[in-house]
C-alpha cells in the first residue's frame, strides 16, 4: 500500500525565494498534519486538516508560511519569503481519525535556505 | 496542553542487550501512546502502541509498559540488533498528540 508521498525530498534555495512543499497522504485518511523537525525543537506540529478544512495553524511560525488542501489526496506548505532559519525538515502526517489514532508519516522534505 | 518528557536522550548497548526508553506525560486524558522509530533520511515509522486499558502490548522483541497512575510508558527492546539503531519517538494523545524528543538508541556490533 502506498504510504504518504511528499515532494521533493530535497530542496536548497536562497533566502527569499518562494518554497512549496507537497503531500499525498494516504488515501481514506481524513486528517492531514504538518510538522517541523530540527535538532533544537525536535518534532513541531505547525498545522492540520480535517476533511480538506484546516482546523488549527496555531503553530504555523509566522504569516511567511501559509497551508492549503485543496482537496483530500493533496496538500502544499508554502513559505514565501524563505529565511535561513527556516531551514529543516518538514513532515506531512495523515491519520483515519485524530484522537487515539496513529499517524502515518513521509520521509520528509529536507529544506536549506542559504 | 500535554507535555511529553523521555529520557535517555541518547542509549548505547551491545548486541544481544536489552534497550529501554522511558516516557512521561503531564494530561491524565491521554490515552494512547504510540511509539515511533526514524531511521536515518526516513520519516517516523510506527512501531508498536498502547492503549490506557491495558497495561503491557508485546510484539516479537519489542514491548511496551504503561502505567497510567504514575503516567508513565517504557519501550523494551530486547536481544537488540544493528538493525535497532535508530532514533525512537514517544508520544501521548489526548487531545493533540504530543511526542517526546527522542532517543538515539545505538547498538554496537
Known amino acids: 500500500d502506498a504510504g504518504v508521498i511528499q515532494s521533493p525530498r530535497h530542496e536548497v534555495t536562497e533566502m527569499g525565494q518562494e518554497v512549496t512543499l507537497r503531500c499525498k497522504p494516504i488515501s481514506g485518511h481524513d486528517y492531514l498534519f504538518w510538522y517541523r523537525q530540527t535538532m533544537m525543537r525536535g518534532l513541531e506540529l505547525l498545522i492540520y486538516f480535517n476533511n480538506n478544512v484546516p482546523i488549527d495553524d496555531s503553530g504555523m511560525p509566522e504569516d511567511r508560511f501559509s497551508a492549503k488542501m485543496p482537496n483530500a489526496s493533496f496538500s502544499t506548505l508554502k513559505i514565501q519569503p524563505s529565511e535561513p532559519r527556516d531551514s529543516a525538515v518538514y513532515f506531512c502526517a495523515s491519520s483515519l481519525g485524530r484522537r487515539n489514532q496513529p499517524q502515518h508519516f513521509g520521509d520528509g522534505t529536507r529544506l536549506s535556505i542559504l | 496542553g500535554e507535555n511529553v518528557e523521555q529520557h535517555p536522550s541518547t542509549l548505547s548497548v551491545q548486541e544481544g542487550d536489552s534497550a529501554v526508553i522511558k516516557c512521561t506525560y503531564s494530561?491524565?486524558?491521554?490515552?494512547?501512546f504510540p511509539w515511533y522509530k526514524q531511521e536515518l533520511g526516513k520519516g517516523p515509522q510506527l512501531i508498536i502502541d498502547?492503549?490506557?486499558?491495558?497495561g503491557e502490548k508485546k510484539d516479537q522483541r519489542i514491548a511496551v509498559t504503561l502505567n497510567k497512575t504514575a503516567k508513565h510508558f517504557s519501550l523494551h527492546i530486547t536481544e537488540t540488533q544493528p538493525e535497532d539503531s535508530a532514533v525512537y519517538f514517544c508520544a501521548a494523545s489526548a487531545d493533540d498528540m504530543r511526542f517526546g524528543a527522542g532517543t538515539r538508541l545505538t547498538v554496537k556490533p
Open positions: 494530561d491524565s486524558a491521554s490515552n494512547y
Open positions: 498502547i492503549r490506557s486499558n491495558v
